[in-house]
């Protein structure tokens, strides 16, 4: 890893040499599409450098929006504050409600208010963050948790009642009431106003998600400056960006367990910038499923003491896991808890003393298990001796104290790394990299990897990989393309976020139109897309034609927002798996067979003046008739089978090999003859 630029975006030019994914299908537009073209060395712009920010005189805080709790810190007179709410707490919970009259409760009012009126109140708006209606994670949110989500213009929407009325909110609306809550609490403690900040997120969170949470701060009055990886703030906060070490890197795992989830992330930090190596994480583990085992004891015991039993009562369970959430946070710090519930189920009232060992004993098993399970994942690629790794933990005190003793066995008895205030971790970092910013610009950290591949959708719906999962980021890609007809004046490109090989079953970010081309045959046109994620992983697009120089990017400014139609998305599938391996070998021969017919016809068409003075006429009437007869067949044909593609590409080539070779073999003699005359 190099270190010796200090501008945000670092720009490094690759070109891929495969003419990979150019097909045809039925819901192909050929009026607009793109094929890929051989690789060509061009010369085409990226992306500015961004200029550092000059130093703020105005403050910068650090915003963490988790799950269930969010919080904001600030670095000031050389330390750094978490802030208190109103009611002295440091973690706010993630909740936003309306009254009746439709007055606006964010935080402890908003979950307290919930008790009574569920049906009011939103919340875990992060999981549904940037996400579409058609999203995997949306169903499973509604499956799992009891507050209505509707659709609107093909994304999800939080619905609840406002009095005798109902309203829909996005979760963008929910999570920038978050933020202007943390706002007005930071404004309230240094009694000036606050217009910047920077705000973590997790590090698989997509282009569409990074966009939407920056769109809420936005919402809220916020300049948002950064978009910071969690785990990176996390290794911040313990200092580790200034570790002395006779090792010119430092290797850090973050083992991250909240309220609702358990992320595991390993990162390097060289000369004080940090790059995210690998992540694993698990949404099901944390939280509200750790925290069953201790509701269905519970259940238990008032079922035993009362001899009801309890039906699926969701109003009931609802208050009772609420119960269970506040009481692990009480059980942080006391030995034991004090849950009371009125009128909990059938008028009988609820009341049980939850004591730390036995919660401790009853979420214990699943975590140690999960834990080895994602900490392996990380580690999978990377032979690193366990000494050389610091580990770092953040998250739920309660759990991660008694985890401790297991992971320190699990690490090889490498020393962990503990706050005394683990719930703060994530925000303190998050304030320190604020105040370095505005200091000294964006030097300190980076994600260096993209959490998805990126790419465009090609002729025929396939999906061409232009940056893939897992390079590194800052540097453009770029690859060349041409059109799919004759005289195209215009192609669209459409920009996608995923690893199936269909372009459509991948996220939609957006799409652009490169028009103004001059008239000419299919394959003639060279058209050079380049592509860039930036520091915050914004996805820039460039398109250049390059005998006219027109050049078009997207998004088009920085307000530019990338829509989102459909997603279909569903990679842990092992049926889904099997069916892109047959798509993409399908996908992959009628490639190969597009791109010959492809190069041959505009050799014929003009780009190789010397070979068509060279062939008789019988030649040439005998190559165009293959040529033409094959890009008829490649449009009247677009769902063949592989055999087919592979068997006209046979063809094709059995018709052109003979007469190029003879060519090829007169153009040799010829230059032996100039030789000689010479």
């Known amino acids: 890893m190099t270190a010796g630029t200090t501008a945000v975006l670092l720009i490094i ?143 999800p929407y939080f619905e609840v009642k406002v009095g005798e009325n109902k309203r829909i909110i996005s979760p963008q609306e929910v999570t920038s009431m978050i933020i202007s809550k943390l706002r007005s609490m930071a404004e309230d403690f240094l009694g000036t106003d606050i217009t910047e900040a920077v705000i973590g997120v997790p590090s698989y969170f997509n282009d569409q998600q990074r966009q939407a949470t920056k769109e809420a701060g936005t919402a809220a009055g916020i300049d948002v400056k950064r978009l910071i990886p969690e785990s990176t703030s996390a290794a911040v906060a313990y200092g580790l960006d200034r570790m002395e070490t006779h090792r010119d890197e430092v290797y850090v795992l973050v083992y991250d367990l909240g309220t609702t989830t358990l992320d595991v992330s390993l990162s390097v930090i060289e000369t004080g910038v940090f790059e995210i190596m690998a992540a694993a994480h698990d949404h099901d ?46 059980l942080t710090a006391n030995p034991h808890a004090y849950i009371e519930i009125e009128s909990f189920y059938e008028g009988q009232d609820f009341s049980q003393i939850l004591i730390k060992d036995k919660y401790e004993e009853l979420t214990m098993e699943k975590l140690r298990l999960w834990s080895q399970h994602l900490v392996k994942q990380v580690l999978a690629d990377y032979h690193l ?48 990299i604020a105040h370095s910013s505005a200091k000294e610009g964006d030097t300190l950290c980076r994600c260096s990897w993209a959490p998805q591949s990126v790419g465009i959708e090609t002729a025929g719906g396939a999906m061409h990989v232009l940056l893939a999962k897992d390079a590194f980021l800052y540097q453009e890609v770029s690859d060349m393309f041409t059109t799919a007809m004759d005289n195209q004046s215009t192609v669209t490109i459409k920009i996608y976020e995923g690893d199936r090989p269909v372009a459509k079953d991948n996220f939609f970010l957006g799409s652009f139109d490169l028009s103004g081309l001059q008239p000419a045959p299919c394959g003639v046109p060279s058209i050079n897309i380049s592509l860039l994620m930036d520091v915050n992983g914004r996805v820039h697009v460039m398109a250049k034609e390059l005998h006219s120089g027109r050049v078009v990017s997207f998004p088009s400014d920085d307000d530019a927002r990338l829509s989102c139609d459909y997603r ?55 190559l165009t008739q293959a040529v033409d007869k094959t890009l008829k067949w490649l449009h009247d044909n677009r769902q063949a089978d592989k055999d087919d593609f592979d068997k006209r590409r046979k063809e094709l080539w059995d018709i052109v090999q003979p007469i190029t070779e003879v060519y090829k073999r007169s153009e040799s003699e010829r230059n032996e003859e100039s030789k000689d005359e010479f």
């Open 285 to 330: 583990l944390g939280g509200r499923d750790i925290n069953q085992p201790v509701m269905d004891y519970l259940l238990d015991q008032f079922q035993e003491t009362m001899g009801k039993v309890l039906s699926a009562d969701s109003a009931a369970m609802h208050r009772l896991r609420q119960e269970v959430e506040l009481s692990a946070l009480a």
């Open 13 to 155: 030019s690759i070109c891929a040499v495969s003419r990979a994914s150019s097909v045809v299908s039925m819901e192909t537009d050929w009026s607009t599409s793109l094929v890929p073209e051989s690789f060509k060395e061009s010369d085409i712009p990226g992306v500015p450098d961004a200029e550092p920010d000059d130093a703020q005189e105005e403050p910068q805080i650090g915003i963490y929006l988790g799950y269930t709790h969010s919080s904001v810190a600030v670095h000031q007179n050389g330390t750094v504050l978490v802030l208190r709410d109103e009611l002295g707490n440091k973690m706010v919970p993630s909740c936003v409600a309306f009254t009746e009259g439709g007055d606006v409760l964010v935080g402890e009012s908003a979950r307290r208010y919930q008790i009574d009126q569920p049906e009011s109140t939103m919340y875990q708006a992060k999981r549904l963050i940037g996400r579409t209606w058609d999203d995997p994670e949306v169903k499973k949110f509604m499956e799992r948790f009891p507050i209505k989500v509707v659709e609107k213009e093909k994304l």
């Open 568 to 622: 279909h998305t569903d990679d842990d599938s092992k049926a889904a798996t099997q069916e892109d391996k047959l798509v993409k070998e399908r996908l992959q021969s009628l490639n190969s067979l597009q791109s010959y017919a492809y190069t041959v016809n505009r050799k014929l068409r003009g780009h190789e003046k010397d070979l068509w003075k060279t062939l008789t006429s019988r030649d040439k009437e005998t």
């Open 385 to 432: 001796p366990m000494p050389q790794v610091n580990v770092v933990l953040a998250g739920n005190a309660l759990l991660l104290r008694r985890m401790q003793p297991f992971l320190q066995e699990m690490f090889d008895s490498t020393e962990l790394t503990v706050r005394a205030d683990l719930e703060d971790a994530f925000v303190s970092g998050l304030a320190e």
